[in-house]
């Protein structure tokens, strides 16, 4: 057995198996245990090597198990470091890392991951992802790494090394037409959430803001809605100039009339008193809605309305501004409705919907859409 000394530590390379194991001498714990590093390989300059590299990462506090993979580094950032993140971003991360990541480089070692190794992976997924798709990637990756960094876990970031390709033009969001807005209204009618669906068509509110919309935020009499919250982080909206009051058309307030009244009839049977202040939206049993829920639902009305089913319930508000837009609405109009700070961020984001435009919202709407007989 040679014993050598590397740095201020004493090791030994000895036979073992068909190569070689270096042991780093580390002394004592507090137990009287003795505390070793261990590397292994074919010769005796390959084990050397490694055990200088783990002089080099001892002495730099890395203290990376030797099997700790990008799988274990994933999982810990999503456990540890994403406090105070909407649960719905956390799911979206944790569903890109197990369908996206994980099965491609998860089992690789952290420390043996290479910007070179990253970027052909980065390149191979390019060929099927859309850009935005491996942005996220990307991004889910290099803060994972640097999550690990802090906690002495590795040491250098491979993801800050590399580009982001190039990916393949994602799916660009759509907006109905107006008798296909009629056809999906009415294959509503039967749906669980056809509420829903009418008032983010008829109102252009946000996904996150319908669903935490309140019956104390309706005012059924002025026909309006007050859009304070939204499903997030801190039930906040997602500007200050999306808080705002909208006036519902005469066909949405119809529906938010009906589903009230059946609600109050619910709460008269359970024995519940006083002012309703629950979710106007919710499932039949009661539960929050939540993205997934609804847009399984709302798939299954597009489907139904003849339509497909690959629609997103967030093209219900694109689908309103390209209405409106159709109907000769100014966008500084637009742009106040839909809770946008600037025309410039409702041209950006909606710019295939925006025809030139002048009016109120509820008031084209009410030209639109009829209420339904009785």
């Given at each position: 057995m040679?014993?050598?000394?590397?740095?201020?530590?004493?090791?030994?390379?000895?036979?073992?198996?068909?190569?070689?194991?270096?042991?780093?001498?580390?002394?004592?714990?507090?137990?009287r245990k003795r505390q070793r590093v261990k590397r292994k390989g074919r010769t005796k300059a390959e084990v050397k090597a490694k055990l200088i590299e783990a002089v080099d990462e001892l002495d730099a506090g890395i203290t990376t198990e030797q099997d700790y993979t990008v799988e274990d580094c994933i999982n810990d950032w999503l456990e540890k470091g994403l406090k105070g993140r909407d649960q719905g971003t956390i799911a979206n991360y944790r569903s890109m890392a197990i369908h996206h990541i994980i099965p491609q480089i998860g089992k690789i070692k952290i420390k043996k991951l290479t910007a070179d190794e990253l970027d052909d992976w980065l390149d191979g997924r390019a060929e099927i992802l859309a850009t935005r798709s491996l942005r996220?990637?990307?991004?889910?990756?290099?803060?994972?790494?640097?999550?690990?960094q802090r906690r002495d876990k590795v040491k250098r970031n491979v993801a800050d090394l590399v580009d982001i390709p190039e990916g393949q033009e994602g799916r660009p969001s759509k907006a109905l037409n107006l008798e296909q807005a009629k056809t999906v209204i009415?294959?509503?009618?039967?749906?669980?959430i056809m509420a829903y669906v009418i008032i983010c068509l008829l109102c252009g509110i946000r996904t996150e803001e319908a669903r935490a919309l309140l019956w104390t935020e309706v005012d059924l009499?002025?026909?309006?809605?007050?859009?304070?919250?939204?499903?997030?982080?801190?039930?906040e909206t997602k500007t200050k100039?999306?808080?705002?009051?909208?006036?519902?058309?005469?066909?949405g307030i119809q529906v938010l009339k009906e589903l009230h009244k059946a609600r109050a009839a619910e709460r008269l049977a359970s024995g519940e008193r006083g002012v309703d202040n629950t979710h106007v939206f919710r499932?039949?049993?009661?539960?929050?809605?939540?993205?997934?829920?609804v847009?399984?639902?709302?798939?299954?009305?597009?489907?139904?309305?003849?339509?497909?089913?690959?629609?997103?319930?967030?093209?219900?508000?694109?689908?309103f501004v390209s209405l409106l837009s159709a109907h000769k609405v100014a966008i500084e109009e637009i742009a106040r409705l839909v809770g946008h700070s600037s025309t410039h961020v409702t041209e950006t984001v909606y710019r295939q919907e925006i025809r030139p435009a002048l009016t109120d919202g509820a008031v084209v709407m009410d030209k639109i859409f009829k209420p339904r007989a009785g």
């Open positions: 040679a014993t050598i000394h590397i740095g201020k530590y004493q090791a030994s390379i000895y036979p073992e198996g068909k190569g070689y194991t270096g042991a780093l001498s580390l002394g004592f714990d507090a137990q996220l990637i990307h991004q889910i990756i290099q803060r994972a790494i640097r999550h690990a009415h294959a509503a009618l039967s749906s669980p009499k002025e026909r309006t809605v007050a859009v304070y919250r939204a499903v997030r982080v801190k039930g100039k999306s808080r705002r009051v909208l006036k519902v058309s005469k066909l499932r039949e049993d009661g539960r929050p809605l939540d993205r997934w829920y847009r399984r639902e709302f798939q299954k009305i597009t489907k139904a309305a003849g339509i497909g089913d690959d629609w997103c319930p967030r093209e219900l508000r694109h689908s």
